[in-house]
């Protein structure tokens, strides 16, 4: 159990679109989802946190207004880059957390790898 | 205070050793210590978990040793395979609140056959 799919694992577009990218919890409700973003070779580094239905807490230095979180269902958040630029390339990763009790481990997705040209 | 320091940053073990990666922590707070491994191209997967009430905790050939006083932690790998070549995140977390993750550096594993 505890299965989390990303959509999509890759895309590429151009600079200045939006890109929107799904976490899906397959079995089980996700009270609390994780973005996270990851350089070539670097550590996971924590964008937001998102609770079902309440607005996303962003890390210092994640600009809220660029990568816009939505969290409506306890199975599903999703994260839009808006009006990408190159720099906002990277691998982003979610992860969702069984709610009720605490002490629940994040299961990760596999990744959507987003290239801007 | 809320860092975690991971070593080393690569290693490189014959197929059949042991490798070990270390994890250090500063702040008392933590209360949940796992480890992941990440291949390329996926997300992290979650391999084995320790709190700081018990030193050891094993599960198949994967081995955490815990010290409390030294607020430090590891990772051991026992009869380790070329399939076990992946990056290791040891990780620190608070229980309660936002229960967010803090990540150490990465540890790039390459075992040879």
């Known amino acids: 159990g505890a299965v989390v799919s990303q959509h999509p694992s890759w895309v590429i577009c151009k600079s200045g679109t939006s890109v929107k990218i799904e976490c899906r919890s397959l079995?089980?409700?996700?009270?609390?989802m994780f973005w996270y973003r990851q350089f070539p070779k670097q550590s996971l580094m924590l964008m937001a946190t998102s609770n079902e239905g309440s607005k996303a807490t962003y890390e210092q230095g994640v600009e809220k207004d660029k990568f816009l979180i939505n969290h409506a269902s306890l199975t599903l958040s999703t994260l839009t880059v808006t009006s990408a630029h190159p720099e906002d390339s990277s691998f982003y990763i979610c992860s969702a957390s069984r709610g009720g009790r605490s002490n629940q481990p994040q299961h990760f997705g596999d990744g959507t790898r987003l290239s801007i040209l | 205070q809320q860092q975690v320091k991971q070593s080393p940053q690569s290693l490189i073990v014959q197929k059949g050793g042991i490798p070990i990666i270390n994890c250090a922590y500063e702040?008392?707070?933590?209360?949940?210590f796992p480890w992941y491994q990440q291949f390329p191209g996926k997300g992290p997967a979650l391999l084995i978990a320790i709190r700081p009430d018990v030193s050891e905790k094993k599960e198949g050939r994967f081995t955490i040793s815990f010290n409390k006083s030294a607020k430090q932690f590891s990772l051991h790998i026992m009869d380790s395979q070329p399939g076990d070549s992946a990056t290791y995140f040891c990780?620190?977390?608070?229980?309660?609140?936002?229960?967010?993750?803090?990540f150490g550096q990465g540890t790039r594993l390459t075992i040879n056959p």
């Open positions: 079995d089980f409700q996700a009270t609390t």
């Open positions: 990780a620190a977390r608070i229980s309660q609140g936002a229960q967010k993750l803090v």
């Open positions: 702040n008392t707070a933590f209360d949940y």
